[in-house]
C-alpha cells in the first residue's frame, strides 16, 4: 500500500506554510498555484487536497506511460515522457493532478513530506499504509 | 393527438417524454427535447408529462464517423 | 509481436542506398514550418520547397497544401498510374498539438485509381504530426521506382533517405513493426517512429488503402489507422514505395511552438473534463469508439443491409456494439494521437486468425469502427462478429479500404443472387449473403491478384462494365444496384428517406463519403430542413464547416461525437456552437491569428471550390457527375418496395399524389421514381446556387473571384463551361 501524505483539517489553520515550502521546493516561487498540496478556506471549512496515491487513474490515463508508481507506492511523473496532454489532470478525480497555465507539464505530490516538516500543528503527515 | 417532429402521433393520459422516445424508438443518445419551445433537460424525461396537442420536437444532432 | 521475430540486421544488409538530402532544422512558429518536402522515388530527387504567403493565405494547410501541390504536379490528362501523379500527406497547423483531443490528423491526396479525380482522406495515427515537426509542413512523393523503395525521414538528425528494400515484408501490420524495430534505439525510442504502408492487396486491386501506424506502449505494437477512399494504396504500390517511415523523438507542448500555450491548454483541459465526464452517458466513444452506432442505426432503419436493400436486419444484435465490447480490450488510453481522450482507437488482443497466410497467428486488430461494421457485416449480410473483425484485420493488413471492399462485395453477392454471377465465373466461389468464409477467401484472393479476386478488386463501377461485356448483364439493373458515385464506392449508411443525404453523398466532392455531410437525422428524424433552400443551406454549411478539419489536422469526432451538458440551450445545437468556438480559440491560440465563424468558412471555401475546379479539370465534377444510382435513394426491386411497403404507399398517397391501391408493384416502384429523381434535381439546382456554382455545378468566375482564387490557371478550366 502506498506511501502518501495525510492530512487533518481539524488541525490545519490554513497559514499555507506548507504551499509555501511544496512551491519553493519545485518551483522557487511561493505561489500556492504552483503547490502540490492545496488549502483553501472555504466559510467555516478548511478544504486540504492533495493526492491520496491509491485511485491511479492518471496512471492509466496516461497514454505515454510518463506516470508510474514507484516503489514505495508513490505516483510519480516522469517529465522527459510527458507529452503535456493534461489528460491525467482531467481524470483526476480530487483536483490533485496539478496545471498550471503555460507550464509543459502537469505536477503533483511525490510524498516527500517537506510540507509536512514546515506545518506548525502537526495536519499534515507522512503515511505508509500496510 | 400530439404533434412529434411535425407528424401526428397518439397522445395518452399521462404521457412522459420518455415514454414519447420509446414510442417513437428514438434510442438515440444526443436528442434535445422541445415541449411547445420549452427545453426539457435530459434528467427530466422520465417526469416531465406533455399535453394532450402538444408540439413536441426531438431534435437529433448529427453523429457518424 | 515483437522484434525478435525480425532478422532487422539481415535486412538492413539487402538495402541499397538511392540518394540522400540533409537539411537544416528548424523550429516549428506558430503551427508552420513554412516549407515542404519533395521526394521523387523515380530519379532520387528529394528537396524542400518554400511556402509562398500566397499559398498560406489562401490554402490553409493539411488538405489544402496538398491539394495544391497536387494541382501543380498533374496535368488534365494525368492518370493515377503516371508517375507524375502523387501522393500528398499533411497535417495542418494546429495538427500535432497535444491537448485538445483529435488535434493529430494526417489528410493524403492523390489522383485516384477509380475515379480519376482528386481523392483526399483524414487519417490518424502520428505521421503528419511528426513529419511536421521533423520540418515540413507537407511531404510529396511523386516519381515510380523500378524496385521497392523506403523513404525515411529523420527529423532528429535533418536527414532524408531513399534506400531500396527489397527484404521488407508488404502487408502492414508486418512491415509497421519492422520499420519500429528497424529504427528505434530501444522499447521507449519505438514511440516515436511512425510508418506509412500499403500492403499487398493495394498492388493487386484498385481499392488501395494506406495504414499510418502509431505505436501502442501499452500493448507494444504498431498500431494502424487508415487512409481508406479512393485507391490511395493503391498508387503508392504503383510508385514502388513499401514504406515511408519519419522519426521524431522530442515531442512535447512546445513541439508546435503555439502562440499561447496557455490558452491551448485552457481549451484542452475543458474538453477533456467534458468527455470524461459526459461520454459514458452519450456516445460511449471512449468505451467502444464510433462502433456505438451500429445498433442505433439498425433502429432507425439505416443499417445497409444486402447491399443498402434494407436499413435494418432482426441479426444485427449478432454484431451491435455490445458485441463488440465482449471482444476489444477496454480502459487503455486508445487515442491515435496524443492529448484525444476521445479515446476511439479501441481493439482487440489476441485474435487468432482463422484464415489467411496469417491463420493462426494471434494479432491486435484495430477497429472495427462502425463502417467497417456495416461494410464487412450487414451489408453484406454477414452477423458473426468475428468474421467482421477478420475482415478487418485482413482489409487493413493487405492495404484494402474495408468501404469499398464491403460496398463491392455486396454489390457482388447480388449480381450473384440475380444469376449474373455464379461459380463458373467466381472461380468457385459461392458468393451469397452472409457467407462470411467466401468473402474472406475472396479477400484472400484480392490480396493475391488471382482469379475473380481480380475482378471484384477493381471496384463497384468497373465491375458493372465488366458484368455487361462478358456476362450479358443488364447495364440499367447494374447502374441502379451498383453503389457507386464517380467511380468512389458510398460509405455506409442508407439514404433512402433523407434527399438532403443523397445529396451530402453524390455531391460530395471526391465521391460518396459522408465526412462532407450527414444529415439524415436533420432532414428524415428531426424534419427540420423541409424546403429545398434549407437543405441547401445545410448542404452548404456542413460541408464547408467539415472540410475546415482537414485544413487543420483536426479529427471530426470531437467536434459532435460528444457535447457539452448545455448544447441543448444553444440556438443551434447541431453545430454544437462551444466547440466551434473552442476551435476558433485553439486556432487563435496556435497561429496567433483571429478567426471568426466567418472567417472559418471562408477559409474552407476557398480550399473546397479549389478542388471542385480540380476535379473539373480532371474531367469529372459537373452535374451528370453527381448523380447517384437509383438503390441510393429508393427501392429498385419489387422485394424492396414491398419490404416498406406502407411507407412507400402512405408517400405515393400524401406527398406524390398517386392512389395506390389497384397499383401493382412495378407500377407504384416507377411512380416513387419519377417522384424522387425530380426531387433530386431540384435539390442540385438547389444546392448549386447556393454555392455559388451554376446549373451545371460550374463555379462561377464571381465566386472564384471572391475567394480570392481567380487564378489564370483556375479561371481557365472553368471559362468554357460558363
Ligand atoms: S493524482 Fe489524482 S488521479 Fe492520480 S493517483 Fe493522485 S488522486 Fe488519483
Ligand atoms: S500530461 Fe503528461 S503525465 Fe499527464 S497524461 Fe499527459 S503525458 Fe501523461
Ligand atoms: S476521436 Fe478517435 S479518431 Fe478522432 S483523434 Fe480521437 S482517437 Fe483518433
Known sequence: MPKRLSCDNSKCIACGACMTACSTLFFKVDDPKRSCIRIEQNGPEIDMSVCNQTCRLCVAECPVKALTVSPQG???LDRKLCVGCLACVAVCPTGAMRHYPGLANPF????????????????????VEE | MITVNGSPHPWHDGM?????????????????????????????????????????????????? | MTDTGFDVAGLKASHRPVSEFRYEKRPVVAGYNDRTLYVNVGDGRIAEKPVSADTRAKFTGGKGYGLKLLWDAVTPATKWNDPENEVNIATGPVGGNTNYPGSGKSIVVSISPTTGIPIDCNVGGYFGPFLKFSGFDALELQGRAERDVIVYIDGDEGVVKIFEAPGEAVDSHVLAEQMVAMFARDENDRQHISSVSAGSGAENSLIGCLNFSFYDKRRKVARLKQAGRGGIGTVFRDKKIKAVVVKYSSLDVTSNNPADLAKLQETGLKLHREIIELDDQQCRMREIGTAHLTEIMNEYDLLPTCNYKFGSSPDAEGINSHAFSAIVTHGLPDGCWYGC???CAKAADGFELATGPYKGHKVTVDG???ETVAGCGANIGVFDPRVVLELNFYCDTYGIDTISFGTSTAFIM?????????????????????????????????????GFGLVAGLGVRRMKAYFAEHYGADPKFLQDIGCECKGLEYSQYVSKESLAQQGGYSMALKGPQHDEAWLIFMDMVNNRIPTFEDKAEALYYFPMFRTWFGLQGLCKLPWNDIEPADNASTDEPAKVPEHVDNYLAIYKAVTGNDLDREGLIRQSARVYNFQKVFCIRMGKGRRIDDLPPYRMVGPVTVEEYESRADRYDKQLREQVGVDPSGMDTPAKIAALRAYREDRYEKLQDAVYKRK????????????LQDLGIDYPEVVEVVKPLL
Open chain 1, 74 to 76: 508513490v505516483v510519480m
Open chain 1, 108 to 127: 503533483k505530490c511525490i510524498a516527500c513530506g517537506a510540507c509536512a516538516r514546515k506545518c506548525p500543528t502537526g495536519a499534515i503527515g507522512i503515511v
Open chain 2, 16 to 65: 412522459t417524454v420518455r415514454k414519447i422516445l420509446e414510442e417513437k424508438r428514438y434510442t438515440f443518445p444526443l436528442l434535445v427535447v422541445r415541449i411547445d419551445g420549452r427545453l426539457v433537460p435530459r434528467s427530466d424525461y422520465g417526469e416531465t408529462t406533455v399535453p394532450d396537442g402538444a408540439d413536441v420536437d426531438v431534435m437529433h444532432l448529427m453523429s457518424g464517423g
Open chain 3, 341 to 343: 481522450t476521445m479515446a
Open chain 3, 368 to 370: 472495427p469502427e462502425y
Open chain 3, 414 to 450: 447480388e449480381c450473384w443472387e440475380n444469376g449474373i454471377l455464379d461459380s463458373d465465373r467466381t472461380g468457385g466461389l459461392e458468393i451469397t449473403w452472409g457467407n462470411g468464409p467466401a468473402a474472406l477467401e475472396l479477400l484472400h484472393r484480392i490480396g493475391r491478384g488471382e
Open chain 3, 692 to 703: 455559388g456554382w451554376t446549373r451545371e455545378g460550374i463555379p462561377t468566375i464571381e465566386t
